[in-house]
Structure formats: C-alpha cells, structure tokens
C-alpha cells in the first residue's frame, strides 16, 4: 500500500480542524474512514497520519526515519530545540542517548525526586493552606528538579524562572502572544543558566551533562544548557499528570481511601492507569530520510507521518472498556508495548520513547502518599472537566483543594 491509496480526508487543509479537534482529530478521523492510517495536510504539508501499534511502531524502531523537520518551528524551540539528544539519530542519537538513560532510569534519581518533592510539596500544601494541583505540584518539582541538577537558590528560589519551566510545555501547543512570550522566556532561562554555570558544585548532574563527550570533546556549552533544559523541563511537567490523579480521587472519593493503605505496587498501577486514561502526548511526528516498508506500507523518502500517542492509549483492541478507569490491568513501563504508550514506545536505550518514565511514576506515586496518607484535604464546587481540544489539557480548574492539614493532626 502507497501512501496514494490510502484514504484520504477531504478537508483541502486540516490545520483548523487540527487546532479545533485537539486530540481527537487523528483517531475520529481514523473511526469514520475505517482505517488506522489516512493522509490529509497540515499547514500546507501532505502528511500521512496513524493511530494504533503500525504507527507507534514506524515512529519508535523502523530505520529511516528522523525526528527533524516533524516538529512546527515554535513546538521544537519550547520542547526541545535544536541540537537536543530528540533530533540526532542513530549512533550519535544513542551515544547521546546513554547519558539520559544512565541519569534517569539506571542512577537512582526516580527516588531521590520522589523524596525530595514528596518532603517540599507537602510543606507547601500545609502552609499555604489550599492550592491549585496543577500549579502547586508543578513548582515544587521546578525547584527539586533544579536543586537536583546542582543549581543554588539564585535559581531554584526564582519563581519566575520555574514558572517558565511550566510554560515551555503548557504553551507548546498553543498560538498568539503567549508563545511568544513563553519563548523569549525560554531564551532568558538559558542565560540565566549559563550564568550559574561557575557556581555548581563538583559532580552535580549539571556538570556532568557539561562534561559528556562526542567525538573526544564535550558537547558545546550552549548544547549543554538545551540538554540540561530537556532534563528539568520533563520533570516539571509532571505536575500535569499529578493534575490528572488528583481529580480521580476527586471524582471517585474511593480511590483516596483506598491509596491511603496501599501498598506501593497499589499505587504504581493506579499511577499507570492514570497514564493510560489521561490525555497527555497528543502524537509524535516523524519524516522518512530513503524509502521505507513498513507492516504493508511503502512510504517515499521525505513523507511526514503523525503518529497518534492518545488515541492508541484509548483503542478498544489493546484495552477493554477504555473509558473506565481499571488499576487493574496491571500496565507498566517497564514493558515495552505499542499500545501503552503515554510516553512513547519502542526501546528506552535505542528509540526516541521518553526516558523518564520511571521519574515520572515515582513522583506520581510520591504525590498520591501525599494526597492520599500526609495529608487531609477538603474539595470545594469546581470544573473538573476536560477540554480535547486544547493541547496540552489538563483538568479545568486544576484540581482545587481547600483546608489542607497534616493528617496526624486531623484525624481520619
């Protein structure tokens, strides 16, 4: 099959539609044309678009494909900009690889997070009294994710430059002036680092990233800064799905109760439902560098093809009843899978899938022991609905709670 004899959307460009349709656009379209893939344009662009496995796996293991020119200009500068470890490929991507995957997933940097955020969110969330989840949990992972990589108070202690951290994610899928702005900060946090560099410790992670080499050198102090970024960037926007656990608790009370003498297990599969179930990653882009066959699909070099994240998490084939939360199917990232795919899919060490998963659950875990153990916590009348059309989304009021206390100190 050709991308020729594919279906195709009629819309003469899409981009609208895109903008309007918000996660839903890729896998509606796949329902109503019957098939896992279609072609359609974006931004005056032919584009072969895919949900399901066929996609994940094109996306996250076939040769000849790249990440470069997949990404509209302002999406990559926010999330990744160039240069990043995200636009190598082959030897040099994985040379580049191996240092997130050493500091991520084989170090112990997923305990040491968990603690460090369970320990400054909880004092926050006591202190201040009430809070918005999503902003809350958010900033205190800026400021561990900072302390983390070996910055002093100059940083970690600056709101404004954690809130940027926030914004490089929540305005990526964004248009007009908040872009704008959300870039221009981007840049003042890159100098902003650069200029703390002198100050770190010996041995901090910071410095080890300065440290990595390629080719005999280390990498280039600006390149550096960007890898320094895509590793505190994440972090913070955890606090996105922390948003998403919390207002399943608040919509089924149960689960609090349940979490709160839970074991760890317990909660790592509530943490991983909470993946599957929420909208996060809309889709990952993808452009053939030679002629590519691929599962009945012979793709021309150059095609750009959109590979759907949310809607292969939603797929009736790959999980029964979707749209009921079940903890019970036990999903985990340890195991590679093209249908659980919240953060990418394929090989951690070897492909483009996000090599921060287990960073990612551990502070979930962290947080719903906060939520659900440390504390107690009242839910005022509020929207917890979900927009698909906006990318990113996260409940629409944030998840708000009210009268915040110790637990030893409340009682059950």
């Known amino acids: 099959m050709t991308p020729e004899t594919l279906p195709r959307d009629p819309t003469l460009d899409a981009t609208l539609a895109l903008r309007k349709e918000g996660y839903r656009f890729i896998p509606d379209r796949c329902a109503r044309l019957e098939t896992d893939a279609f072609r359609t344009r974006l931004m005056g662009r032919d584009v072969i678009c895919m949900t399901g496995p066929r996609g994940v796996r094109l ?58 955020f369970a320990t400054t969110w909880t004092r926050q969330l006591v202190e201040s009294g009430d809070t918005r989840v ?8 800026a400021k561990v994710a900072c302390e983390w990589a070996g910055f002093g108070p100059d ?4 709101a404004r430059l954690r809130d940027t951290l ?31 560099l002198d100050d770190l410790p010996e041995g901090c992670l910071a410095r080890r990233v300065m440290a990595f080499r390629e080719n005999g ?14 590793l505190l960037r994440p972090i913070v926007a955890v606090g996105r799905y922390i948003a998403f656990a919390a207002r399943v608790l608040a919509l089924e009370p149960d689960w609090r109760r349940t979490l709160a003498t839970a074991d760890t297990a317990q909660i790592d599969y509530f943490c991983e439902e909470v993946r599957r179930s929420s909208p996060f990653f809309p889709m990952t882009g993808g452009i053939t560098t030679q002629p590519v066959s691929h599962e009945g699909l012979d793709l021309p070099e150059g ?4 590979a759907d994240l949310w809607g292969t998490l939603q797929s009736e084939q790959a999980f029964s009843t979707p749209d009921v939360f079940r903890p019970d199917r036990a999903l985990s990232w340890r195991t590679a899978s093209p249908s659980f795919v919240p953060q990418g ?57 009210t009268n915040i206390r110790a637990a030893a100190s409340s009682g059950p």
């Open 166 to 196: 926030y914004q490089m994610s929540a305005r990526a899928g964004s248009v007009g002036p908040g872009v704008v702005a959300a870039l221009f900060r981007r840049r003042g946090v890159e100098r902003q680092l650069a200029r703390a």
């Open 303 to 306: 095609q750009w093809v959109l």
């Open 59 to 116: 996306l996250y293991g076939a040769e000849g494909m790249t990440r470069q020119g997949a990404l509209p200009p302002k999406v990559l500068r926010l999330l990744q900009d160039k240069g990043s470890v995200q636009q190598m490929e082959g030897a040099a991507h994985q040379h580049r690889k191996s240092l997130f995957v050493r500091l991520l997933v084989e170090e112990d940097a997923a305990d040491m997070l968990a603690r460090a």
């Open 345 to 401: 899919g394929g090989d951690v060490a070897t492909t483009h899938r996000c090599p921060g998963e287990r960073v990612t659950v551990a502070l979930m875990i962290a947080a719903m022991q906060v939520l659900c153990s440390a504390l107690r916590w009242d839910l005022p009348p509020q929207d917890l609905g979900i927009s698909l059309n906006d990318m990113p989304t996260a409940p629409a009021s944030g998840v708000l709670l």
């Open 134 to 141: 999503l902003n809350s949990a958010s900033d205190a992972l």
């Open 217 to 230: 050198q280390a990498i280039p102090t600006e390149v550096a800064i960007v890898e320094i970024l895509n």
């Open 155 to 158: 940083v970690c202690e600056d």
